[in-house]
């Protein structure tokens, strides 16, 4: 069925006023006198009548208070399915006369395009709106995605129906603006896990581009007070909305504002396919190793006082509910050992947040012999740092702890700590707790370190840098045990397939979860993308003893409505941003 058949039957029902008297500049679109819609919007991202005044006649599709005006449609479509059939029409709230779906008016105004240059919404100021009656409002259905993302354009402004399924990719706007990603060929992944940068992961991101769409409330509030489109009380534990639910049959207007196309909503979501939490994954081996990025675990003064922190919790009762969401994670998980990440840099003592998170693992049980690494200082002198905390009933440490503190572990990466166990009657190996530098702050960037838009985002150059010198540093043996293995573990910040982590394969690393053949795997989900920024990593010598490798993924996919600065719940559910790792070994002998 040609792309606008279906609006055509209801719409040709609709009475045709001839126009008042025009001022000699009006645009005269028909023979008849009548300016069409499809004519102002054009086939191109602005309107070729752009300036220009003219008189239309339409069909109100949505209005939207929250939006600063009304959407409007053709009372007939033309034939040519490149140009769009609907306008934006900018109102106050209390403009006369009061408009409504279903509303059939004569616009005369000046066409407009509102936005930022290259994703700009057509729209038509209007100088005089005259209702003239009532006509049928019928959404277009859209099957799936456009040819292509520029191909958005021709439904710009019109009332649709997306028939799905769509998978949602990215909900981390939920709450705060009332945004989801959805994708129309389920979940997306960054170019760069899939593909090196270059032409193979630019193809990548320009098919996610045409893929990807974001859902609206139709409000430009912050921080809505509901999510009036949700079903029941909206985002709650029984519906949590994850990445990886299905939605289908969403109506909406076609809006382009804050960059990009989104669907303004103008009905409740009423067919959600819940993306079910998953069950704590359980790994084959004697031990179990985790790696953990704990979200900024700051404890104030570790007295009950010091809020708000720098970086972590900004209220006492914040921080409780974060530490007891951290330590149900690792009671879930259930490792002998564990590698830390984004842990406040305040020392050792009893009131430092390590030792206070192993006090707090310690009191919830089952097991009463949590201890922590004790590098004297730091390590480093960033405000946060690794960490690493063990069962002292299930691994010996052997020998002090390593640190490197060199090149740009000084003052971008975080420093990296090494610190060799035995496990029973098992040879000595090492782990290596990571943290390199983050992908943000790039208008500090410079040089190498500069965005080369190649996916890899800025600072690439000081990741490639820590990578080489790591892997030289371990070479050397820093903990002087001469292990029969060495475990990477942490936050590289570098996807699968960038820089850093293609040269420490290239090095003799080997993934973990690449050996043990998962399909796919994901640690963090960014603007809608899913990826890898945590990774395990294996010498030759603990790939010959890796039995198992699972992510639990109870954070990336959860909205940030359930963290512990948004809900009251501590439960494991969104203790993080990032997914913990588990890995299985046979170490014991």
């Known amino acids: 069925m040609p792309r606008r058949l279906c609006l055509l039957a209801p719409l040709l029902l609709a009475a045709c006023t001839p126009p008042g008297p025009m001022a000699p500049d009006t645009v005269l679109a028909t023979e008849g006198g009548e300016t069409t819609v499809s004519r102002i919007q054009g086939s191109g991202e602005r309107s070729p009548l752009e300036g220009r005044q003219v008189v239309v006649e339409a069909v109100v599709v949505a209005p939207f208070g929250g939006l600063g005006g009304v959407f409007v449609q053709s009372l007939q479509p033309d034939a040519d399915p490149a140009t769009s059939e609907g306008l934006f029409l900018p109102r106050s709230r209390d403009a006369q006369p009061r408009l409504k779906a279903g509303d059939h008016v ?295 702890p390593a640190v490197l503190g060199e090149g740009p572990f000084r003052d971008r990466s975080r420093v990296p700590l090494a610190q060799a166990f035995r496990a029973g009657s098992g040879p000595v190996f090492v782990v290596v707790a990571n943290h390199f530098k983050s992908k943000g702050g790039c208008d500090e960037a410079s040089g190498g370190d500069a965005d080369r838009r190649d996916g890899q985002a800025c600072f690439n150059a000081t990741r490639v840098e820590s990578a080489r010198l790591l892997n030289g540093w371990l070479a050397k043996d820093p903990t002087g045990t001469e292990p029969a293995g060495h475990l990477l573990v942490g936050d590289f910040n570098a996807y699968a397939q960038e820089d850093p982590m293609r040269l420490l394969r290239s090095q003799g690393w080997q993934d973990a979860f690449q050996q043990m053949k998962l399909e796919r795997p994901y640690s963090f989900v960014f603007q809608g993308l899913s990826g890898r920024l945590d990774h395990a990593l294996v010498d030759a010598g603990l790939a010959a003893r890796l039995r198992g490798a699972a992510e639990w993924h109870a954070n990336a996919d959860e909205a940030p409505a359930f963290d512990y600065r948004n809900g009251k719940a501590t439960d494991a559910w969104r203790a993080s941003d990032h997914d913990p790792l588990l890995l299985g070994f046979d170490l014991a002998r």
């Open 106 to 400: 004569r616009i005369t105004g000046t066409v407009v395009e509102i936005g930022e240059d290259g994703a700009t919404l057509t729209a038509v100021e209007a100088s005089d709106v005259e209702q003239l009656g009532r006509a049928p409002v019928m959404p277009f259905v859209v099957t799936a995605a456009p040819a292509s993302a520029g191909d958005w354009e021709r439904y710009e402004g019109m009332l649709l129906t997306l028939e799905g399924p769509l998978t949602v990719t990215g909900n981390e706007d939920l709450a705060r603006f009332g945004e989801l990603r959805v994708s129309f060929d389920g979940r997306l992944f960054s170019p760069t896990e899939l593909a090196p940068p270059g032409p193979a992961a630019q193809a990548i991101a320009a098919e996610n581009t045409r893929l990807m769409l974001r859902i609206d409330d139709g409000r430009s509030a912050r921080d809505p007070d509901r999510l009036w489109f949700l079903p029941g009380e909206g985002l709650q534990a029984s519906q949590p909305l994850r990445v990886g639910s299905v939605l289908r049959g969403v109506t909406g207007v076609l809006d382009q504002r804050f960059g990009g196309h989104r669907l303004q909503l103008t009905a409740p979501l009423t067919d959600i396919e819940q993306a079910p939490r998953p069950a704590v994954p359980v790994v084959a081996g004697d031990r179990r190793i985790a790696g953990f990025n704990l979200l900024n675990l700051f404890n104030g003064d570790g007295h009950g006082g010091g809020f708000p922190t720098t970086r972590g919790a900004a209220t006492r009762a914040d921080f409780v509910r974060q530490q007891a969401k951290l330590v149900a994670t690792v009671q879930a998980l259930d490792p002998d050992l564990a590698a830390l990440m984004e842990l406040e840099n305040d020392g050792y003592g009893p009131e430092s947040s390590l030792a206070g998170f192993v006090d707090a693992l310690n009191a919830a049980g089952p097991h009463d012999d949590w201890r922590f690494v004790d590098a004297g200082r730091g390590p480093g002198d960033n405000p946060i740092r690794v960490g690493m905390i063990y069962r002292a009933s299930r691994v010996t440490p052997v020998g002090k």
